[in-house]
């Protein structure tokens, strides 16, 4: 309720300094407008005009009797109401007498100038449009009977024609006054906001706005079907820092804490897209991270491996290191609670048992998600095993010329003989390798291993093709990359121009300068580059001519779409080919399947294809009888 209260308060201050000026203005005009009116009635008295003299003093009487009302009670909206009508009917006075000597329409337009200007912008409005309508009523039509006074059509109009641009200028002035004030207010507002809703320190969402924030995603996730995860973190040694170095010392690493904690959940393999609501600081050393629509749960081990790295040899802040860590806390919505209270207690508990399980380190809620990660744990030492004892191997996937259907390359395909990892594939053990590392050994061994076959194939079986490799996204944030491959091609003396380097289209960041520079450095190599499963990511077409890329290779759901109904996903192949061609990329398209699919591939001009219709992944003495068949 902290927010309502300070933005109550401070839009009835402003209120209030808008209520003493229209009070003020009011008193003044009233005061003035009366004396005025009862000089003015009686000398028109005594000049013999014994109707505008009546007229004018009992505008002058409704305007003492209005000053009195409103010194009494303050009400100034009324107040303002009573002027107006008094100035209303003193116009209309004016416009009938015609005042001493014809001149009173004169003094209509100052008369009608401070209406409006008394009035807010709808009210003048409104008036305006009275006065205008009872204007034209009295000069243009049968009511002119009532006049007592003559005018001219030419006095009229030019009477008519003034007011209007008289009043437009009024209001127009008005208008403007309402938006600055408008804009003033909303500017106060978002001030009250940014101190109810932030943290004065860091700038993050506060515990109020992280519980608005919480009910929001929760409602939407239950209506979209999809998971949250909750981190909280809890720094461990932090009171140390404010008792060794005083508290300044302590704000400033919290908030560089929050600087780094903010780039630790943008990650570059875009596995969660964080909005700025997903960071918040609940309290003193306490933080939460909220990740919307996460696939697993397992997905929170990533972020929360992030974070804990930020700690790695220390938290240095202003030339000092300090040897502060994290304790994270995991829970999953659905899966550990529905309610918002709820999840983040569970997550404030299970932050609680990683601090009590040695720190540094993170804690699911759930056993279930907890046995989930002794399996990832096993995956990882399984991987370390394969490597170790050799369990990798490799199968190998002709490509064809769709022209003639020769071979004209061969993608090599890791397989995984471990016993640690019996019954799982690439797509499950690769994404664990990547997160842990292992995955930057595994690259180099399927490089060498490639390479190796490579040499056999161009020696003993006289192939000119290309042996086309897979390669980890995290390889194009490895600045070493470029040197190991390089040294494994001066190894084997194979020709550069023979190896393709595959990199899925989802692993590119836009505008990442480590990511751009070693595509540059394998393109100096003499390799080429393919982007794999093309049309799935997030490249704009025109940053591929920023690309160093060599081919495109249109993503398997793609070909399978070819005779679709839905016309976008139909005409996918057909706009990356054109793409291509703009570009001058080879086109390969992956998982053709049909007699169908390579026939329509062939007549519009795909360049290369493979999939199941015109060859399986083939082990190595296979593919040799292939190649000579």
Request: aromatic share 10%; hydrophobic share 45%.
């Amino acid at each position: 309720m902290t927010h309502t209260r300070e933005t109550t308060a401070g839009q009835q201050e402003m209120l209030a300094v808008r209520y003493r000026r229209r009070y003020r203005l009011c008193q003044v005009l009233t005061i003035l407008g009366v004396i005025f009116l009862f000089a003015l009635g009686s000398f028109s008295l005594i000049d013999g005009a014994q109707v505008l003299g009546c007229i004018l003093i009992l505008n002058a009487l409704v305007g003492l009797a209005n000053l009195y009302l409103l010194k009494r009670t303050g009400n100034v909206e009324r107040a303002a109401t009573i002027l107006s009508g008094i100035l209303f009917f003193l116009s209309m006075s004016l416009i009938i007498t015609g005042g001493k000597s014809n001149t009173g329409i004169l003094w209509v337009y100052p008369i009608v100038a401070i209406n409006l200007f008394i009035n807010r912008f709808w009210p003048a409005v409104c008036w305006f449009g009275l006065f205008n309508v009872a204007s034209i009523l009295l000069l243009f039509t049968p009511l002119s009977v009532l006049l007592m006074t003559s005018y001219s059509i030419v006095e009229a109009v030019r009477f008519i024609l003034t007011m209007l641009a008289l009043n437009s200028i009024c209001l127009a002035a008005l208008r403007s006054e309402e938006q600055a004030y408008q804009t003033i207010m909303q500017l106060h507002a978002d001030d009250i906001r940014q101190m109810a809703y932030y943290d004065t320190l860091t700038g993050l969402p506060n515990r109020w706005s992280f519980k608005t924030n919480l009910e929001r995603l929760l409602a939407r996730a239950k209506k979209d079907k999809q998971r949250i995860g909750l981190l909280y973190i809890d720094l461990d040694n932090f009171k140390q820092v404010n008792d060794q170095y005083g508290h300044e010392a302590g704000d400033r690493l919290l908030f560089k804490f929050s600087e780094r904690l903010w780039e630790a959940i943008r990650p570059t393999d875009q596995l969660l897209k964080p909005q700025t609501e997903s960071l918040a600081r609940l309290a003193g050393d306490e933080f939460v991270v909220l990740l919307p629509n996460i696939k697993e749960p397992l997905d929170t081990s990533t972020v929360a491996t992030r974070i804990l790295n930020i700690f790695d040899g220390g938290f240095e802040v202003d030339g000092v290191t300090h040897m502060i860590y994290a304790s994270i806390g995991i829970s999953v919505y659905p899966d550990d609670a529905t309610d918002p209270a709820k999840l983040l207690h569970h997550a404030d508990a299970a932050m609680y048992d990683a601090k009590h399980n040695g720190r540094n380190c993170f804690r699911f809620f759930t056993q279930k998600i907890a046995d989930t990660l002794h399996q990832r744990q096993q995956i990882e030492k399984g991987l370390r095993q394969a490597l170790r004892e050799e369990h990798f191997s490799l199968v190998y996937m002709p490509i064809f010329d769709c022209k003639n259907n020769t071979i004209v390359a061969v993608e090599v395909l890791l397989r995984c003989q471990s016993p640690e990892l019996e019954g799982l594939g690439p797509d499950q053990f690769i994404p664990i390798a990547e997160s842990t590392g292992i995955i930057k050994d595994i690259d180099l061994w399927v490089i060498d291993n490639a390479l190796r076959a490579l040499v056999i194939l161009r020696k003993e079986h006289l192939f000119e093709g290309k042996i086309c490799i897979n390669i980890s996204g995290v390889e194009l944030l490895n600045e070493r990359f470029p040197s190991h491959v390089k040294n494994l091609l001066e190894q084997h003396k194979v020709p550069p121009q023979n190896v393709e380097l595959e990199v899925t289209e989802t692993a590119f960041v836009a505008d990442d300068v480590t990511c751009l520079e070693t595509l540059n450095a394998l393109n100096e190599l003499g390799v080429s580059l393919a982007l794999d499963d093309f049309g799935t990511g997030y490249t704009a077409f025109n940053q591929l001519i920023h690309y160093p890329a060599d081919c495109l290779k249109i993503d398997r759901s793609f070909v399978n779409d070819l005779f679709s109904e839905r016309e976008a996903r139909n005409k996918m192949v057909m706009i990356i080919q054109n793409l291509a061609k703009l570009y001058d990329l080879r086109v390969i398209a992956e998982g053709v399947e049909t007699e169908a699919q390579m026939a329509y591939l062939r007549e519009n001009g795909c360049d290369w294809a493979q999939g199941y219709y015109l060859s399986r992944p083939l082990p190595w003495n296979d593919l040799l009888k292939r190649l000579s068949a």
